[in-house]
């Protein structure tokens, strides 16, 4: 079974500045999907950004980054020019490849991310 | 083009009685992930249906847990005869397509948030 540790449970970031969330997970398979999901206060959790194990290069959605390594398994979310708007909670998610495979989900624990103003 | 759905948004419950938690998703969205959120914690796949048929209820905690998708649209999860530590904000998750596809984002509802006294 795949498992996805955060272990860290709350941050703080200056506004305007930048910030790393890391995340580790554990799996013997070899084609998988990562993904980090915000969830606000209001607890519609949404997609931030998504990488394929297949791809070396790390995947970017304007502000927000990640540092995809396969052979640590490690995949943290950089976001740069921190805003307000950015305070939630963040989940590490993992899934396997889809091929024959359940759509499924495996999430770590999450981060609580502050931002001062 | 509207989100997922989900109602109550709240409920309260003593324990022994029975809850049933409805599921609106995206509408034509073939696959439907119900998933489970402790306070705290990161959410935990429950049962995943792809249109009508569930293909996978490994993560349903107890007999107690049913849920169904009849005419693959609306999804109920239902619990019996609830305990204190049901209690968690319940997630419901839809997908354009379904496993086995290219991976495609799931789209989560505002949740339920249950309460066993």
């Known amino acids: 079974a795949q498992t996805v540790t955060q272990s860290q449970p709350e941050m703080s970031v200056q506004e305007a500045e930048t910030v790393t969330l890391s995340c580790t997970y554990d799996?013997?398979?070899?084609?998988?999907?990562l993904f980090w999901y915000k969830q606000p206060p209001s607890r519609q959790m949404i997609l931030v950004i998504r990488?394929?194990?297949?791809?070396?290069q790390n995947a970017t959605e304007n502000r927000f980054s990640v540092n995809f390594q396969k052979a640590a398994k490690s995949f943290s979310l950089k976001i740069s020019d921190s805003q307000l708007g950015d305070a939630a909670m963040y989940f590490c998610?993992?899934?396997?490849?889809?091929?024959?495979?359940?759509?499924?989900?495996?999430f770590g624990k999450g981060i609580t991310l502050s931002v001062r103003p | 083009g509207a989100g997922v759905s989900q109602s109550p948004r709240y409920k309260v419950a003593k324990r022994g009685q029975d809850v049933a938690l409805r599921c609106d998703p995206i509408?034509?969205?073939?696959?439907l992930f119900w998933y489970q959120q402790a306070l705290g914690q990161g959410p935990e796949f429950l049962t995943y249906?792809?249109?009508?048929?569930?293909?996978?209820k490994s993560g349903l905690p107890s007999d107690r847990f049913f849920a169904e998708r009849p005419e693959g649209s609306v999804s109920t999860l239902k619990i019996q005869r609830t305990q204190q530590e049901d209690s968690a904000v319940y997630l419901c998750?839809?997908?354009?397509?379904?496993?086995?596809?290219?991976?495609?984002?799931?789209?989560f509802g505002p949740g339920t948030r249950l309460t066993v006294l």
């Open positions: 998750a839809s997908s354009l397509k379904g496993t086995g596809f290219n991976v495609d984002e799931q789209f």
């Open positions: 799996t013997s398979e070899s084609d998988y999907y």
């Open positions: 990488q394929e194990a297949y791809k070396q």
């Open positions: 998610a993992y899934r396997s490849a889809p091929t024959g495979a359940n759509s499924k989900l495996t």
């Open positions: 509408s034509g969205h073939v696959s």
């Open positions: 249906f792809q249109n009508e048929a569930q293909l996978d």
